[in-house]
């Protein structure tokens, strides 16, 4: 790195920009190294924010900032350095690239990341497997960044995420992905959200667990009806903010064609995707209550009048919601989302958005995987049904070329009998009349001729009715 004429500080100027850029944010703009930065402060006697000083002021929550003591040094030299910044580049046509993330994690750890000794699998392993790179707040310095190899593998791993969608729809993704940001606190909420609001507040004023009880979608198992999205999981401080977050999302989806319910499940290219999210709780040892205390006491007097005295069952922690949120997606530990001492959920809200569509497009596989099992399982009943069929209908048609050979076998059987009947004798008159009348019935019989008869009317020859039941007459 070729060394220029160093850049002089006043003292002041440093605490100024320390305090409202972080160490690592000084460092990105002055091109250098975060440890020498880190060093001057040192040198020169400028306060640094503590540790946890950002993920607070991320929060919202009070922080207090140390002021600069007296020193008899007024400047700082900080080295000159060329710059070796690779310009933003874009993910595909009309993508705003992704840059600045070892800055943003070094910003919020407050930890020594030096360009040097930070290698891609460390990067990576840190941010981007984790969902902790921050697509949001990117200030204008943050559109370069010093390592090609990491710029590299975020376009990759996000290019391949979205491989499924064309190209414009995937470039719209990323530009939205990049440009989300979280609404003031007094911003409107979206209906959607603003009607959920109101069955949550009365699921929560309803709920009969004790203060201290263990919260989460499990412990709701067996109750005769599942609680609302977020009821019950998510304290009151913590719900104002979870309901930016979803207008955030649904802002995003609605610019990309989708949609939300009325349960707040995301319709995401005609897929259901629907988040879980909840507040994490600390467990601490239990507190004994009045009304506890009461019942150890009435244990204790009845011990020693009575054997079959019971001693009252009390928990030993209790469970206290600590602002950290989580959100998994599709109720899968494998794409979740939490605060953590180097991000916050907010900060990860343009991946959180990429994930629920590469979980739609893993939706849509599957549901279409179960219809196509389910159409070949149908079409395989319907081949059954349809061979069942022809069966029954091959079978019906066997037994009526029997009953019609056996009728026809019948006839012929009758004249052969009174061809013989009219060769071997004389005929009378009154066998010339039964031999008419035996042909008549072979011409019922046979069913070629299929003649009717006075009183046998005509014979059903497929079905072969016996003639005892052919007809009834008592």
Partial sequence: MAEEQPQILSREQLYFEVWEMSLAGVARKYSVSYGLIYKLCKEVNVPIPPSGYWTKLNFGKSVSKTPLPDSSINEVAIPRAKAQRIKEQKLDKGMTSISGAKFEAAQQNEEAIDNTDVGLDDVLKAGLDTGALPLSKLSKTEKYIDNRKYFEA????FLNKLAFLVEIERNKVFDIANRIQIPHEKAKL?????AHKNDVCEWNKNEKKEIGAQRSLQNYSSYKSSPPFLAGVISKEALPRVYRILGVLIHAIEQLGGSVTDSLTFIVRNESVSLEIYEMQDKVDHVITKSEENQLRKYEEDKKRYSWASKPNLRKYDYVFNGQLCININHTQNKRFRDTKSSIVEDQLGILLIEMYETSENIRIEREAREEERRKREEAERLREERRERYMIEVERTVALTNLAQDYAMACKIRAYVSALESSR??????????????RKADWYDPIIAREDDFLGKRQHEKGKDLKTEHSWW
Avoid: C, S
């Avoid at 979206?190 to 603003?194: D, E, T, W, Y």
């Avoid at 004389?426 to 042909?439: F, Q, S, V, Y």
């Fill in 154 to 157: 975020v376009r990759n791993r």
């Fill in 426 to 439: 004389t005929l009378t008159g009154e066998n010339i009349h039964w031999i008419d009348w035996a042909k």
């Fill in 190 to 194: 979206h209906p959607k959200i603003a």
